[in-house]
């Protein structure tokens, strides 16, 4: 039995909804909707749900999950919509879902503190949501009831997926909701069509993976080459022993050669090869973390290492080029990772850790890990966080991860309990998997204090401490430096920080240098002199551009008035149709206003310039019919606005060919 059917039953209530757990949800949607209990009761189901979903959010939050397209965002979305959407079945049509977080942060915070410590958070994100929500829904919906009507004269009844996902990718409406609408009229979508739909979106977009499930297609090839090692006591139970920590240069027996999907017993130059060994130092592809690349020697021969693979359980393969010599199965071989890449490597990594730390010291403990790349070259970060990061929270954020540097503080890295981990602090990932025995990476501030071994002193105060299973540097100042290259969106509620270390860091500030001091040539000024030498210029390029746009401006009423002395009356109605060369909307709107002082009575006109269109029709033939809309749709154009100023764009271009349409359209609305 669960918790909350226990708490029913004690409390003596015939609903999960009906205990303590939901009061104080339920009662603040009371007073949102003005609803007596007995009115609630008996349309109870939007507030069942209401209270649910947004309980369900306010946790998913507050472990770092936000609203988004993929995973766990995406259920974070779908729950935070459907509850909104509900929302409305009682009335309420602005946003209230964080009125109703707030009474389950007050009643869980006391025994959940990651509640409270991320209220605003959690506020922020169910409101931001709901809000783009709204925005989307209305369009969705009523197309939606459009495709329902159609399917209630059919004989299935039910919805066809790829067109419910049209609804999903144009208008945001999740397929859950889809199908709740449908539903309730007794119809039903279909979601196989819709998973599929979305599948081939996603290869189309890039978004598939370049792998599926551990080992792909051939793990059963794979786990049949262990089990046949395994007979022939080549390998152990556990397969291939993976040391990638302390073992970057492995001997052993070439167990396996696989070409092309084939055992072989050889391989010649040049063949691409996946090379099984009884243990391996090189660094598989896991938690961000890039693959090892290096050599396998044998006597007489090597392979150059590309890539590792877990094959299937058990099995981790070296993915490489044969080049030189013929290595063969049963051959005695050394497997040695590229430590300088390595080192690379573990710069940035180290430094990710650095960054993660720095971005709860500058932003809040909201702003959690939501995706990474640890390469040679340099490291990726996604975080949670609706907003950009101003180029102050920037520097700040560099100049923290640049001052751990140079601390010199120790890094340890140890394996012990999950359950003891997570009781001393270890920072997790949502939604990671992880085993009964973990490993933790603690930059520890009182680093001089320590044992050269790194063993544990009781005034060791731990800087930054995770789980992780990559590789790390020894000290942090062996990261040298770190500088921050881009900070930007990687999805709704997600920034993403680029960086590089080391000797990556080195070339960009040679990069830069070289940049400003090229520069500085051009500019005929010194280095320092760079910043008031710009400005200086940006002052005058603008002075210029408002001393052209005047100049057009004048040219574009010169060549107005000449059009107004010639202008030929349809039906005793002025009708002007011009293009105004190398001109913006801010003249046609001039232009138009000229217009209607020399015409305040019975004139149109349609002003074009560079495929942007401004149609202008006077009060009294507005009266009679004649709207600015109307006129740009009628000569090809697509747009809107007042029925006597619209603006829109002409997707053919032919800005001639679409005003010599006008007296004909003007000739015909005046009929």
């Not at 919509?81 to 009682?90: N, S, V």
């Not at 789980?467 to 900070?487: K, Y």
Request: with cysteine.
């Amino acid at each position: 039995m669960g918790f909350e059917r226990i708490v029913a039953v004690l409390q003596g209530v015939d609903s999960n909804y009906k205990t303590d757990l939901f009061a104080d949800s339920l009662n603040v949607l009371r007073s949102l909707t003005g609803h007596s209990e007995k009115e609630m009761l008996a349309d109870f189901t939007p507030y069942r749900v209401i209270c649910d979903h947004v309980r369900s959010a306010a946790f998913l939050i507050a472990d770092g999950v936000v609203p988004g397209n993929a995973g766990r965002n995406y259920v974070a979305r779908m729950i935070i919509r459907r509850a909104a959407r509900f929302g409305t079945k009682i009335g309420l049509n602005e946003p209230f879902l964080a009125k109703v977080a707030e009474a389950v942060i007050n009643y869980y915070g006391d025994f959940y503190p990651e509640l409270e410590k991320n209220r605003a958070t959690i506020l922020d994100n169910l409101t931001r949501e709901e809000i783009r929500f709204a925005r989307t829904v209305e369009a969705g919906t009523a197309h939606l009831q459009n495709l329902l009507v159609e399917v209630e004269s059919s004989k299935s009844k039910i919805l066809d997926g790829h067109k419910a996902f049209d609804l999903y990718a144009t208008y945001g409406l999740p397929f859950e909701i889809s199908r709740d609408i449908a539903r309730e009229q007794n119809l039903d979508v279909d979601e196989k069509g819709f998973n599929e739909a979305k599948e081939k979106h996603a290869k189309a977009s890039g978004g598939g993976k370049a792998m599926g499930k551990l080992g792909g297609e051939d793990a059963e090839f794979f786990a049949n080459i262990l089990k046949d090692l395994q007979a022939k006591k080549k390998l152990s139970k556990d397969g291939v022993e993976y040391d990638p920590y302390t073992s970057t240069k492995v001997e052993g027996e070439v167990l396996a050669l696989v070409i092309n999907g084939e055992s072989v017993s050889s391989a010649s130059l040049d063949d691409q090869v996946e090379v099984i060994l009884p243990k391996t130092g090189f660094y598989v592809e896991s938690g961000g973390q890039v693959n090892d690349t290096g050599f396998i020697r044998g006597a007489d021969w090597q392979i150059e290492v590309m890539g590792m693979r877990r094959a299937s359980a058990g099995v981790l393969v070296h993915i490489g080029t044969v080049i030189s010599g013929h290595p063969k199965v049963g051959d005695k071989a050394i497997a040695e990772v590229d430590m300088i890449r390595r080192h690379d490597i573990m710069r940035n990594h180290t430094a990710t850790h650095l960054l993660h730390k720095a971005l709860h010291e500058v932003l809040g403990e909201h702003a959690r890990q939501a995706g990474s790349l640890v390469a040679p070259t340099h490291l990726r970060f996604d975080f949670t966080q609706p907003d950009a990061m101003s180029p102050e929270q920037i520097e700040r954020v560099e100049k923290m991860v640049n001052e751990a540097v140079a601390s010199n503080m120790l890094v340890r890295k140890e394996t012990k309990s999950l359950d003891e981990a997570k009781k001393e602090g270890a920072m997790a990932l949502f939604g990671e998997k992880y085993g009964d025995t973990v490993r933790t990476i603690s930059i520890l501030e009182s680093a001089s204090s320590l044992a050269k071994d790194g063993s544990k002193l009781p005034d060791s105060k731990k800087y930054s401490y995770e789980l992780c299973g990559g590789t790390h540097l020894e000290r942090t100042s062996d990261v040298g430096a770190f500088l921050i290259v881009s900070e930007g969106s990687a999805a709704a509620g997600i920034r993403r920080i680029e960086a590089v270390t080391g000797r990556g860091a080195y070339d960009l500030i040679q990069k830069r240098f070289k940049l400003l001091k090229n520069t500085s040539f051009a500019l005929k000024s010194s280095v320092e002199e760079v910043p008031a030498k710009v400005e200086s210029l940006q002052d005058e390029v603008s002075e210029l551009k408002k001393e052209l746009a005047n100049v057009r401006n004048q040219q574009a009423l010169s060549t107005f008035n000449l059009h107004l002395a010639n202008i030929q009356p349809v039906k005793n109605v002025n009708v002007l149709g011009m293009e105004v060369s190398d001109s913006n909307v801010d003249t046609l709107r001039m232009l138009a206003d000229k217009f209607r002082e020399k015409y305040p009575k019975n004139g149109v006109a349609v002003l074009a310039t560079n495929s942007t269109l401004i149609a202008v029709v006077t009060e009294d033939l507005v009266k009679r019919g004649v709207k600015a809309g109307d006129l740009l749709t009628g000569i090809g154009a697509k747009g809107g606005g007042r029925p006597n100023l619209a603006q829109g764009s002409l997707p053919s271009g032919n800005i001639k060919e679409a005003l010599d349409k006008l007296n004909k359209v003007v000739e015909e609305k005046l009929k």
